[in-house]
């Protein structure tokens, strides 16, 4: 563990010690090393202080936010800078080496005080767009309108109109005046069904209980359904006994009901209009490993007829590919969130990507396969790193034809 420590902290040095180079190129002032090393050094005291003063138990992640906060901001620009002057130093060696070789010319190259400032201005820049989407950018939340021709549908329900939230992470929010205006956003389409997609915690029930009469304001026709998501066991928490953490899922469980959200656990409902039916399966989670799989598509859907129409909220989009899209009973659509698109990407209309999709291939808007569809909702809240970048929080709308 030590040794880990020492190389990491080598690393982190080196790094710093590269990026000195540049600043001291652009910044030729006598007092450039007090300039530079002392918020160094006082930066990653804070970070150390932080990381080993951590109780897991301590339900504090306003700190671990900000150590993901500092990091982002302060180290990861600075590696974007390293990547403009190790292209320079190379250029640099193959100078002097061509120098020393054909000419009298045998001093080293100095460097160029133009691609300093370029690798620091683009660190900078980085840092700046990671502060943005701490400060407004997880507050951006938007509303997506997804219209889709379901095999089977009822006549009855052409037009519906499903909104699906998901990952909300409730526990990474301080201040819940901070979200009205998604609440607003989402109560604005006038939903049909509202169904949450899992992660409404981070790890412990209480977390949601400053957001439960937030969530309560919002509206629907035939009511607000949940299931659970692989944060919401509190697999990731630190309880004093397992009694404690076995109280914690009816906890969260009778919470979302006091926000008017009726929990899915492998099981179903059925939504009646007109004497015909639309099936809401809700499954537990089913993740690839490490992830747990409590979910029961078996158990979800027994007694649902195969040619009935059908939606089906799964909280990890690996379920689709791994058992839905060949399952029996035939589901015309499954709801996904989890991957929360990274927080961090490029995501627009005709192009998008994240680091995300290499772990995730379906991490972010509507897939289809085998003539079944799968939708991965970019996520409400934010974890870990309390920002998003490029990746919006997202209220998903869809109108059924």
Not at 44 to 65: C, E, I, K, P, W
Not at 152 to 157: A, C, D, R
Not at 229 to 242: C, I, P, V
Not at 312 to 330: C, I, R, T, Y
Request: aromatic residues 14%; positive net charge; contains cysteine.
């Amino acid at each position: 563990m030590q040794k880990s420590i020492l190389f990491i902290l080598g690393i982190f040095l080196l790094l710093e010690v590269y990026v000195y180079q540049a600043f001291k190129t652009v910044y030729t002032h006598h007092n450039a090393k007090f300039i530079y090393w002392v918020p160094t050094i006082l930066i990653y005291g804070l970070l150390a202080y932080s990381v080993f003063t951590f109780n897991r138990a301590s339900h504090d992640y306003q700190r671990l936010q900000i150590v993901f906060s500092v990091f982002l901001i302060f180290v990861l620009p600075k590696i974007l800078a390293v990547v403009f002057l190790l292209v320079e130093d190379l250029f640099r060696l193959l100078n002097f080496g061509y120098n020393y070789v054909a000419t009298d010319h045998h001093n080293y190259p100095s460097r160029r005080k133009f691609v300093s400032l370029l690798g620091l201005g683009s660190a900078g820049l980085l840092a700046a767009v990671v502060l943005d989407g701490i400060v407004f950018g997880k507050h951006r939340h938007r509303a997506r309108i997804v219209r889709l021709k379901l095999k089977n549908l009822p006549e009855s329900f052409r037009g519906y109109k499903i909104v699906q939230i998901s990952d909300v992470h409730s526990g990474s929010f301080h201040n819940p005046k901070h979200l009205q205006h998604a609440i607003d956003l989402i109560n604005k389409q006038n939903a049909d069904l509202v169904l949450f997609t899992g992660d409404m915690v981070n790890n412990y029930a209480d977390e949601f209980i400053p957001f439960i009469d937030l969530f309560a304001q919002i509206k629907s026709k035939d009511g607000k359904f949940a299931i659970l998501g692989n944060h919401d066991y509190g697999d990731y928490g630190d309880f004093k006994s397992k009694e404690e953490k076995a109280k914690n899922i009816p906890q969260l469980i009778d919470y979302e009901k006091k926000a008017g959200f009726e929990m899915l656990r492998n099981e179903h409902c059925i939504i009646e209009r007109n004497g015909e039916k639309l099936y809401i399966l809700g499954v537990e989670n089913w993740g690839l490993p490490p992830f747990p799989q409590y979910g029961d598509l078996d158990k979800a859907s027994r007694n649902v007829p195969a040619d009935a129409a059908k939606i089906l909220m799964s909280h990890d989009p690996s379920h689709f590919d791994a058992v839905v899209k060949h399952h029996p009973k035939n589901i015309q659509l499954t709801l996904s969130g989890h991957t929360h698109g990274m927080q961090f990407g490029i995501d627009l209309k005709n192009f998008r990507w994240s680091p995300v999709k290499y772990r995730y291939p379906k991490w972010a808007d509507l897939y289809q396969s085998e003539g079944k569809y799968l939708y991965v909702n970019r996520g409400f809240g934010v974890i870990g790193y309390p920002g998003r970048v490029g990746v919006l929080p997202e209220i998903t709308v869809f109108e059924l034809r």
